[in-house]
């Protein structure tokens, strides 16, 4: 089992920059490939990142590409989500996610392991 849990979502101007946290405890983050995911209200929710292992490829929405970097830190077993230039279309619940099999899987069923989420609000 791996537990997660989201923190560093708020409100921030159109243009500014937030970094998200992710804190996992249970098992290292080394076993696993980690992902972000968003859900604004009334949509479903969709792959923003994904970091396969430490060092590893990485995975970005169209979306958000150029502007996000995901990135991890095993040792503290963390994981993070810098997010620049950040527009109105970002407002959204960010989540962390794990997945055992450690390739690439933008399909959130196909991840194991969720964290409870941590509301971002970009004003425009």
């Known amino acids: 089992q791996v537990q997660l849990v989201e923190s560093g979502g708020g409100l921030v101007q159109a243009g500014g920059s937030l970094r998200l946290s992710c804190a996992a405890s249970g098992r290292t983050i080394s076993n696993y490939a980690m992902g972000w995911f968003r859900q604004a209200p009334g949509k479903e929710r969709e792959f923003v990142a994904t970091?396969?292992?430490?060092?590893?490829?990485?995975y970005y929405a169209e979306s958000v590409k150029g502007r996000f970097t995901i990135s991890r830190d095993s040792a503290k077993n963390m994981v993070y989500l810098q997010m620049n230039s950040l527009k109105a279309e970002d407002t959204a619940v960010y989540y962390c996610a794990a997945r055992r099999r450690m390739s690439y899987s933008s399909t959130p069923e196909e991840y194991d392991y969720w964290g409870q989420g941590t509301q971002v609000t970009v004003s425009s």
């Open positions: 970091n396969l292992w430490s060092g590893g490829s990485t």
